[in-house]
């Protein structure tokens, strides 16, 4: 049996201005679509600061709180720096 899975995919561009609204509106997505795993597509992020990162680590928290796991696939090469410059690669690469 394969598990339910569920995907989201980054915007192109994901500032500051952006990240909010953008978390909030897909931890209320993952509440109201509860699934076992949430695959979340980075491969379109090529405008993006800190606050991407922020994003992701929100989502994964919120989905751990309510038992479903993250996958994040298609990091740049320039999203993994800066995950890796701030510390949190590792969280993110075993959401």
């Known amino acids: 049996m394969v598990a339910e899975m569920s995907v989201l995919k980054l915007p192109h561009t994901l500032l ?14 993952c509440r109201t679509n509860a699934q076992p795993s949430v695959v979340l597509d980075a491969s379109a992020l090529v405008e993006f ?3 991407a990162l922020a994003v992701l680590l929100g989502l994964r928290r919120a989905l751990s709180v309510q038992g479903s796991a993250l996958q994040i696939t ?13 510390g949190v690669l590792g969280l993110l690469e075993q959401a």
């Open 74 to 86: 298609g990091m740049t090469p320039r999203l993994r720096e800066l995950a890796s410059l701030y």
């Open 16 to 29: 500051h201005e952006q990240a909010d609204a953008c978390l909030a509106q897909w931890v209320t997505h």
């Open 49 to 51: 600061d800190s606050s």
